[in-house]
C-alpha cells in the first residue's frame, strides 16, 4: 500500500513539474527573483500540504472510530473527555497560530529581499500600459539616445534591469511568470520592479489586470540576449528607419504618410512622430505584431493593416480603405523596417 502512494505520489509531482517548465511559468525561474518567488511558493505550498493531509487524516480516523463505538446523546456528560478535547483545540489553535506567523515572516522577507537591489547602477527600461500594447522606452545617457519600442523588451543577460512603470489609460499589470511577480501599473502613480535573468532566452509576459475588452491580447516577449548581443540590438534601435530600397517600398512609404497611419505612429528618419500607437521604426525586427496576437510577416501585417477590427476586436486601430496595390506597398515598406 504505502509502495503505491509512494508511486502515485512521485507520478503526480513528476507530471506538476512537467507542466510547470516553459516560456510562461512561475515554477520555471529564469532568475534570482523569480527564484525567491517560486521557492515561498514551494513553502506555502508543502506546509499547505501537510496540514491538509493532516486535517483529513483526524477526520478518517474520526468518522471510523465514531462508526466503531455505541451511539451516544449528547445530553451524556463526560468531563474527562471534555477536558480531553478543550486540550486538543486549545493545542489544534496555538499550532494555526504558529503555522500562520511562520508563512508571514516567509512572505514578508521574500517581500523584503524582492524591493532591494544588489546592483547601484541598474539598467533602467520604462515600460507604459496602454489599451491594449506596451510602449517600451530605453532612455539613454542623452536625450538623443532614446529608444521607443512596443511590445518586446530586451534585457541583457545577468545585468539588474530597473522597470518603470506607467500606464496611459486604465490601470494595467506587469507580469512576466518567469522573472518577477505582478506589478500594478497605475495611471498617474509611477511603480518600479527590479529584477535580473540569468537565462538567455524568449519570455512570455502578459497583462494580468483585466483593462478591457481586448486585455486577453495584451502580451509582451521579454528577450533576454548575450549582453555582446543586447548592445548591438540597442544600437541598431537608436538608429533611423531604414529607407526604401524599392519603387515599391518608396510608393509605401509615400502611402504611409499620406495616409492615416502617420497620425497614430512614429517612424524615426521620417515625417511621422505620432504616439498613439506602437513605434514602428524597427517593426519588422520584433517576433509579433498587435501586442503578440500575430506571428510578424508579410501577410499576418497585411491582414493586422486590412482589418485590425477582425483580428482584435474594439482596439483603438482603425480600418483603413486602401487599393490592393497601396496596401501591398505599405506591406512592403514596413516589412523592410528591419
Ligand atoms: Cu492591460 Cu489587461
Excluded at 321 to 328: E, H, K
Aim: net charge positive.
Amino acid at each position: 500500500m504505502r509502495g503505491r502512494l509512494g508511486a502515485i505520489l512521485a507520478a503526480t509531482t513528476a507530471l506538476a513539474g512537467a507542466g510547470c517548465d516553459g516560456y510562461a511559468s512561475a515554477l520555471d525561474p529564469a532568475g534570482p527573483q523569480a527564484a525567491r518567488v517560486s521557492s515561498l511558493f514551494w513553502v506555502f505550498f508543502f506546509i499547505s500540504l501537510l496540514v491538509w493531509s493532516f486535517v483529513l487524516g483526524v477526520l478518517m480516523s474520526a468518522i471510523a472510530r465514531a462508526r466503531r463505538s455505541p451511539p451516544r446523546s449528547p445530553l451524556d456528560r463526560n468531563p474527562l473527555l471534555e477536558r480531553r478535547l478543550g486540550r486538543t483545540i486549545l493545542v489544534a489553535s496555538t499550532a494555526t497560530v504558529g503555522i500562520l506567523v511562520v508563512l508571514l515572516v516567509a512572505s514578508v522577507g521574500a517581500g523584503r529581499e524582492l524591493s532591494s537591489a544588489d546592483d547601484p547602477d541598474p539598467l533602467r527600461i520604462k515600460v507604459i500600459g496602454h489599451q491594449w500594447w506596451w510602449e517600451v522606452q530605453y532612455p539613454g545617457s542623452d536625450p538623443s539616445k532614446l529608444v521607443t519600442t512596443a511590445n518586446e523588451i530586451h534585457v541583457p543577460a545577468g545585468k539588474t534591469v530597473k522597470f518603470e512603470l506607467g500606464a496611459r489609460d486604465v490601470i494595467h499589470s506587469f507580469w512576466i511568470p518567469n522573472l518577477h511577480g505582478k506589478r500594478d501599473l497605475i495611471p498617474g502613480h509611477d511603480a518600479t520592479l527590479i529584477l535580473r535573468a540569468d537565462r538567455p532566452g524568449i519570455y512570455r509576459g502578459q497583462c494580468a489586470e483585466f483593462c478591457g475588452y481586448q486585455h486577453a491580447h495584451m502580451n509582451l516577449s521579454l528577450v533576454v540576449d548575450p549582453p555582446a548581443e543586447f548592445a548591438a540590438w540597442l544600437d541598431h534601435q537608436r538608429a533611423p528607419a531604414r529607407e526604401p530600397t524599392t519603387p515599391l517600398e518608396e510608393r509605401g512609404r509615400a502611402v504611409f504618410l499620406a495616409g492615416p497611419c502617420a497620425l497614430c505612429h512614429t517612424v524615426q528618419g521620417t515625417a511621422a512622430a505620432a504616439t498613439a500607437g506602437p513605434d514602428l521604426t524597427h517593426v519588422a525586427a520584433r517576433g509579433t505584431l498587435a501586442s503578440g496576437t500575430l506571428p510578424n510577416g508579410a501577410d499576418p501585417l497585411r491582414s493586422w493593416i486590412a482589418d485590425p477590427q477582425s483580428i482584435k476586436p474594439g482596439s483603438y486601430m482603425p480600418r483603413t480603405a486602401l487599393s490592393p496595390g497601396d496596401l501591398d506597398a505599405l506591406v512592403a515598406y514596413l516589412g523592410g523596417l528591419k
